[in-house]
């Protein structure tokens, strides 16, 4: 059916599937940084994380607020639709 090239380059697209969709949605966005100042303190600062919602629409994770966004393709722009407390899902 395949011949041997064609089947080793389909097995190299489906693992370069599966790395992008990991990276996507594993390993990328829940690291956090750590700031050192001149005295020696050091804090740390969480990074923003966002989500894909439906119809052009996405979160993003921020300090402890959720803000929903819309973006519209014909204008290429996007706009605050929503912001609220992490803590009023719950």
């Known amino acids: 059916m ?5 089947a080793e380059l389909r097995r ?5 599937v ?5 990276l996507l949605f594993g390993a990328c966005g829940r ?6 100042t001149d005295s020696g303190d050091s804090y740390e600062t969480p990074q923003p994380s966002s989500f894909p ?6 979160g993003i994770v921020n300090d402890g ?8 393709e014909a204008d290429n ?3 605050l639709k929503k ?8």
């Open 31 to 36: 690291d956090e940084t750590v700031i050192e």
């Open 2 to 6: 395949f011949s041997e090239s064609e």
């Open 53 to 58: 919602l439906e119809n052009n629409h996405f």
């Open 77 to 79: 722009k996007v706009k």
């Open 83 to 90: 912001a609220f407390p992490s803590d009023e899902l719950e």
């Open 18 to 22: 599966w790395i992008a969709v990991f």
């Open 65 to 72: 607020n959720i803000e929903i966004y819309e973006y519209n």
């Open 12 to 16: 190299i697209r489906i693992a370069l």
